[in-house]
């Protein structure tokens, strides 16, 4: 599991982004909303992913957030709304919008966004007071006071506790950063590296 790729990017076009890492080209479904904050074709990007796995297929997708990653995973939790449907709304509605029409109840509004229609109603019981700007400029808050708080945020979307998962990256960041050679990696490579002692460590 990983929670965000950095590289180049190769290829943008309506909901997908070709992104170059290490000579490996993924292929990544990713909302128009979220495209432009991503940067120009032949700049360097970094990608917040959720990798979708069933018997058929594997899709990767991608955001320009992890707050906007966390919206498509408050999204697809609506009877009715998939990946893909998720993918649509996004790519329709900046995160904003959507929250102003949940907090005032506009259904018919809600329901003229493309991906939305009948589900409107579904929508609004399940996520009305829970996409407030109060709460998205809270986790913002959050996450620019943590230097690892995307590890976290991965940690919660596999179902882990948040709480667990925040004591536990603090407490690992501190031990590793007693380590010369994790000071000396990369921001992403210092994520990957504390995930994966993570997921070790809450599986115990």
Not at 87 to 108: C, F, H, R, W, Y
Not at 161 to 187: Q, T
Not at 188 to 196: C, M, N, P, Q, S
């Amino acid at each position: 599991m990983f929670n965000s790729l950095t590289g180049k990017i190769t290829y943008k076009a309506s909901q997908r982004v070709f992104l170059e890492t290490n000579g490996i080209e993924w292929d990544i479904s990713v909302p128009d909303t979220c495209i432009e904050k991503l940067g120009r074709v032949g700049e360097s990007a970094r990608v917040f992913t959720w990798m979708q796995h069933t018997d058929s297929a594997m899709n990767l997708y991608g955001f320009s957030s992890a707050e906007a990653r966390e919206l498509f995973f408050a999204l697809v939790k609506v009877e009715g709304i998939g990946p893909k449907g998720a993918l649509k709304i996004m790519s329709n509605v900046t995160p904003q919008s959507l929250s102003d029409l949940m907090e005032s109840g506009d259904v018919a509004s809600l329901s003229k966004i493309p991906g939305v229609g009948k589900k409107a109603g579904k929508m609004m019981l399940t996520l009305k007071g829970k996409l407030s700007l109060e709460s998205v400029d809270l986790s913002r808050a959050k996450a620019s006071s943590s230097p690892f708080s995307a590890v976290v945020d991965s940690l919660c979307s596999m179902g882990y506790d948040k709480r667990d998962a925040e004591s536990v990256i603090e407490r690992l960041s501190k031990e590793l950063s007693l380590d010369g050679s994790f000071n000396k990696m990369l921001p992403t490579e210092k994520e990957d590296a504390l995930f994966r002692r993570a997921i070790v460590e809450m599986a115990r």
